[in-house]
């Protein structure tokens, strides 16, 4: 029932950006700023306690060492500011289908930062590649041809998607001893902070909006911001990540079916079958890439308990002689 909740919150992100008629930008910072201060406030209900122990010095937030690792997670936060960005734009210059299918990719820009990393990749991660890329040609081919907003809207989802898979990347070397909701609400704070920086460098309006642009950042607050977020993490402590990852790839076929009943997009049958193949090559990566690093954290738990030592004061059986003795009687009777 959370996930049912998640995906279906998660996939009016792009409807509702289509829908409203503020720019992009000022849509992405009202909803990371208003989402901001909301989870602060939640945050700091919840982890009074961390708090307190930072304010009194007795946990440090940046440590002489953890620098660099905070200046990873400055990065990883600017990262999600370009997503946002990019996939907002394109919500509104492209289909909402071609959008989020494409922005969908993202699990397989992960996997190529892995191998950029010098992780070595499964056959399926491959193939489930190989055909994700077939997809995208496809569906994208009809947008090629025209040219002008519809291609510059799958490009801004192809940034979007490589934008969060940096966050993803980042993220999991700039985790400094936060907490998980510490660490998200700080990442969404300077998140907001890099796209008001944005809209001032560009000259984005961020006021006096009409109501339909109100209704539509409320809807974006509501709906992703909080009751997506918290579904989702509500499914993760609960269920199989795995799961999660590839029931979240339903977003794009939730969010076009969505835009098509309440703004009439209907989506070229041309790019149908191509959209479908960018879900299953997904869905390969996203399970195989799991798979693959399930049994890399199984192969490493084995052998760090294989090289573990011995406890003081223990012996093997052969090497206590009481065992000796027991086992040599055994052996005569």
Known sequence: MAMVIAVCAVSATAPLTAFASAPALALAFWRNGLGSATNGAIVTALRRGEFRRIHRGERRMVR????RSMSLG????LCLAVHFAAFMSSAKLTSVAMSTALVATQPIWQALIAVAQGQRLAHRVWVGLTVAVIGAAAASGLDIRSGGNALLG???ALVGAVAQAGYTALSERARTGLSTPLYSALSSFVCAIGLLVACLATGTPLMRFDRNTELALLGLLILPQLLGLGSLNFALGRGSATTTSVLLLLESPVAA??????MGQTPEPSTLPGLLLIIVGATVVVSSSTTQSERFIGRH????SRSRPRRTGTTEPSE???GRHRA????VV
Do not use: C, F, H, K
């Open 64 to 67: 002489g060492e953890q620098y």
């Open 74 to 77: 400055v990065l990883a936060s």
């Open 154 to 156: 799958d490009l801004l």
């Open 257 to 262: 079916a969505i835009a098509w009943l309440w």
């Open 301 to 304: 738990r084995a052998e760090r």
């Open 320 to 322: 206590n002689p009481v």
């Open 328 to 331: 040599e009687r055994s052996r």
